[in-house]
């Protein structure tokens, strides 16, 4: 495959495995940057899903919430919007 663009080697490797190019992608991403799942946040029990969305993307990787301050918003019990406080 000499002369190709990672691109055209992206493409070719989907094409092959009747996966999408975004997927081949996450999977070279996820190689070069996991080179030892033991690395993973979770260790090595997670999914796929949570992998490509939160842990290579890095919107999961903030540190949970704990909720520190609250305030209460007033709901409609029909149709669950919200209401202005009079």
Not at 18 to 44: H, N
Request: aromatic share 4%; hydrophobic share 30%; proline share 6%.
């Amino acid at each position: 495959m000499a002369g190709l663009s990672r691109a055209d080697i992206t493409q070719r490797v989907a094409q092959a495995l009747k996966q999408s190019v975004r997927t081949v992608q996450y999977c070279v991403r996820f190689a070069e940057e996991f080179p030892d799942p033991s690395q993973l946040p979770g260790g090595k029990n997670i999914s796929w899903r949570k992998v490509c969305h939160e842990v290579l993307t890095g919107k999961g990787t903030q540190d949970e919430c704990v909720h520190a301050e609250t305030e209460m918003i007033p709901v409609c019990k029909c149709c669950h919007k919200r209401v202005k406080p009079e």
